[in-house]
């Protein structure tokens, strides 16, 4: 198992697109954060405002999710592009990866926790990067951090790996990027769909996302009284069911 973690970990690491991931990953919550802060001191200058009367960093890290998206799909849909010459050429990197690591259980298990290891760190770096551009731009002005606030920082690190893993999840089930890329990064940059969609039903608050969003965002007027605990428990079961399922359809149909 040490082993094929290490080949994982080593092949996740190798591919061109990670680090635009990790870039993703790292700077989009600090970069939006950084200009709402400007905004929120700037209405303070002009004494529209007194202060900052909610943490700023948070919603924010929401957006930084898509960073760990893109690493969730590259994981397994890398496995299906096809070979260069110099390995042969002609085949695809799954037939490699299988020859190497027969058990397609232990297979995806080790590319699950890469995943979910990568996701974690880029979170943490994000989170600590985030929070350091609001004090520095808002000085005084930002609210400190108190005791509940590190229970939603470890929300962001959770929320941040179950989407990795949905996106992984979901890749399994496509065997390509295109359509979960698309369909993901939408949903959690331009237009959130899911939040729409509890508008129009209190049942789309069990929705994976907007379940999991929970853990560190509070939402107020989406008709649902999930908890972060509650919301965490609901993303986790969605996660795991998508994670099952895959796997069986993994192990049934041929490469």
């Keep these: 198992m040490k082993k094929a973690l290490a080949a994982e970990f080593s092949k996740l690491l190798s591919l061109p697109t990670i680090w635009i991931a990790v870039a993703v990953g790292i700077l989009v919550a600090p970069v939006i954060a950084g200009i709402r802060s400007f905004q ?7 004494g529209v405002q007194t202060a900052v009367e909610y943490p700023i960093g948070f919603e924010e890290l929401g957006f930084g999710v898509m960073g760990v998206i893109i690493v969730g799909i590259i994981a397994i849909s890398s496995e ?21 690591i027969p058990s397609r259980i232990r297979f995806l298990l080790s590319k699950a926790t890469a ?3 990568v996701s974690a760190i880029l979170a943490i770096i994000a989170i600590t990067l985030t929070m ?3 004090q520095f731009i ?11 606030d590190i229970s939603r920082l470890i929300g962001v690190v959770c929320y941040w790996v179950l989407t990795a893993l949905m996106a992984f999840g979901i890749t399994i089930l ?3 990027a295109a359509l979960p890329l698309a369909v993901l990064i939408l949903n959690n940059s331009v237009v959130t769909v899911t939040y729409l969609l509890t ?3 209190p049942l789309a608050n069990y929705l994976p996302d907007m379940a999991g969003i929970r853990m560190f965002v509070e939402i107020k007027d989406a008709g649902s009284t999930l908890t972060p605990l509650g919301g965490g428990v609901v993303m986790a ?5 998508l994670l099952i399922f895959g796997t069986i359809t993994f192990c049934r149909r041929d490469v």
Excluded: C, D
């Design 132 to 134: 350091i551009v609001v």
């Design 80 to 100: 299906y592009f096809t070979e260069s010459e110099e390995s042969g050429g002609g085949g695809r990197q799954m037939t490699t990866s299988l020859t190497a």
């Design 40 to 46: 929120e001191l700037s209405e303070i200058t002009k």
């Design 174 to 176: 496509t065997r390509h």
């Design 199 to 201: 508008r129009i039903t």
């Design 237 to 241: 079961a969605w996660v795991t069911a």
């Design 138 to 148: 808002l000085v005084e002005h930002a609210p400190a951090l108190e005791i509940t």
């Design 115 to 117: 995943v979910a290891t």
